[in-house]
């Protein structure tokens, strides 16, 4: 398996993440870290935060939208565990392939408030405070 994770077999445990900040996905399952090699496809990091306390901190349960020409609409949520025994990082990760143009990511907040949010460029973490 070209991903290096054949013949781990089946487990309930596993995370997500970017921990080297490289913006490719990484995995911890079975106890392993298995780092991602990259390669030469855009992506697009975003993290929202909420300071105005008209919703959770962190943001849980918000969602984000963006189209990318040639792919079509992406969307992505702000989630903690995905199953059991799993915690993934709250930061959202957009595999956007070849697209290396501005973004405009449209933001649906846990309390059905809405913001647009213009990215200028790709390859780069956005943070988004809701203030």
Known sequence: MQAGLAGIGP?????????????YLDIIAHGK?????GGDNHWLKVKLTASDG???????????RIVVPEIGTLT????????????NELTMHFGLGSYSGPLTL??????????????DSVDK???VDRK
């Open 11 to 23: 487990g309930f445990q596993a995370a997500w993440g970017d921990y080297n900040n490289d913006g």
């Open 33 to 37: 870290l298995f780092k991602n090699p």
């Open 54 to 64: 008209k919703i959770n901190a962190s943001a849980v349960g918000a969602q984000v």
């Open 76 to 87: 992505r949520h702000v989630e903690t565990g995905t199953g059991q025994g799993n915690q």
């Open 106 to 119: 449209e933001i649906f907040w846990p309390d059905k408030a809405t913001q647009s949010v213009k990215v």
């Open 125 to 127: 973490l956005v943070q």
